[in-house]
């Protein structure tokens, strides 16, 4: 069952989404004819993620956990990949932090200790508010999620002490994201067959979206927020380097980042989905 909140929550993001004022559109074109002289791009490969146990004392049956930027155990806002075994499902328990996640692979529960499965496939995105008691369960082999948090360190504490902080959590089905075309939105060019989806905002300004890219896609992803991670969700693209001859594949798990003026040239076989957190508006060309 979907959260009390998600409409709510929908119709924000529609709000954000469709401010698409035509005096923008200058704004475009100086991006695109922007020549970035010293580009601060950066990838990161999944083959190169440490993985750690969560619980060592659960042994074999512990998620793994493997940071793509950030430090889950330090007071810095993180991004890392929960890894789960088949049939894997935690006691109730709280997070003294706030998290968000999306399904990578497999199919996740997550929810109050009393409540029916909801198995969320690749692609839902879900929120656990601090405090609140909850389990998570995985299905099939090698389930993965990516997880996020605005501060650290990332911790798990018992149900006997739970906190009600005010917030609500959030499940939204990968079948009920809300994908937003080149007409419905300036953050996507002309001509563009890729969609994008607004999941959340916060009150520095960083926000946090989904991009599909089609199948075939060969263009950039702009940028002039002084922070861009680019998580590969599913599938995966040819990542080419400012200012140098070769591409790298970054399958789901790799990741691509940026400060500043940035342009991320990418292109792909196959559809992709990459998650992007950044403080500045991206365009897709």
Avoid at 51 to 68: H, Y
Wanted: aromatic share 8%.
């Amino acid at each position: 069952m979907i959260k009390q909140g998600l409409c709510l929550f929908l119709i924000l993001g529609l709000i954000v989404s469709c401010n698409n004022p035509k005096s923008e559109e200058k704004t475009t074109e100086n991006t695109n004819s922007e020549i970035i002289e010293n580009p601060t791009n950066k990838i990161g490969l999944s083959s190169d993620i440490n993985w750690e146990q969560m619980n060592p004392a659960r042994g074999d049956k512990s998620p793994l956990a493997g940071t793509i930027w950030g430090n889950r155990k330090a007071e810095v806002p993180t991004g890392y990949i929960g890894k789960f075994v088949d049939g894997f499902s935690s006691p109730p328990h709280i997070h003294n932090v706030t998290y968000r996640a999306i399904v990578m692979k497999g199919l996740i529960h997550n929810d109050d200790p009393e409540a029916e499965n909801m198995w969320m496939p690749v692609g839902s995105f879900w929120t656990q508010p601090a405090g609140e008691s909850h389990i998570t369960s995985a299905k099939g082999e090698g389930t993965m999620a990516y997880i996020e948090i605005d501060n650290g360190p990332y911790l798990v504490k018992p149900t006997t002490e739970s906190f009600d902080d005010g917030e609500r959590p959030i499940n939204i089905d990968a079948s009920n994201i809300v994908w937003l075309d080149n007409t419905q939105t300036n953050w996507i060019g002309t001509n563009n067959q890729s969609k994008i989806s607004f999941l959340w905002k916060n009150a520095e300004n960083i926000h946090g979206v989904l991009v599909k890219l089609p199948k075939n896609f060969k263009g950039n992803i702009y940028s002039k927020g002084t922070i861009l991670y680019g998580v590969i969700i599913e599938g995966n693209i040819d990542y080419q380097m400012p200012n140098t001859n070769s591409k790298t594949n970054l399958d789901a798990g790799s990741y691509f980042e940026s400060t500043g003026n940035s342009v991320h040239e990418i292109s792909t076989t196959e559809e992709a989905l990459i998650y992007i957190r950044t403080n500045g508006k991206i365009e897709i060309k």
